[in-house]
């Protein structure tokens, strides 16, 4: 059984899919091993977990572990600092994501760093 083409599955070892598109909540997205609802909106080139992952475990992406997973991940639902860690970003910018942090004025209209 093939995945929903809206998915891009970048490895085989993969546990998390990449949007090809925006996908919203609700909608149901077939994993190769089932069907999955989307928990939350997810934004082009976001993850959403292949399968179920538990507390602890890798995320795979690209056949390589990119973070850690830091609460239960259902099939379907959005993959980012909200529900794992990253092997790469310093900890206090995640912190900073989770808190919901605004950009700094100096990175302009957008977050592009265009002032004016």
């Known amino acids: 059984m093939s995945h929903d083409p809206r998915l891009i599955l970048l490895d085989p070892r993969d ?33 959403l977990a292949r399968r179920s992952i538990a ?15 830091t609460d239960s991940i259902a099939a379907g ?6 529900n794992m860690k990253s092997d790469y970003t310093p900890t206090y910018h995640l912190e900073d ?5 605004r950009p700094s004025p100096l990175a302009g209209e957008g977050g592009r760093g265009a002032v004016g």
């Open 97 to 101: 994501e989770r808190a919901g942090a």
């Open 77 to 82: 639902c959005h993959v980012h600092v909200h």
């Open 55 to 69: 507390p602890g475990e890798k995320i795979l992406k690209y056949g390589a572990p990119i973070g850690v997973a």
């Open 15 to 47: 546990n998390v899919f990449v949007a090809r598109m925006r996908l919203k909540a609700g909608e149901a997205v077939e994993t190769g091993a089932g069907t999955a609802v989307i928990d939350h909106d997810i934004a082009l080139a976001h993850k």
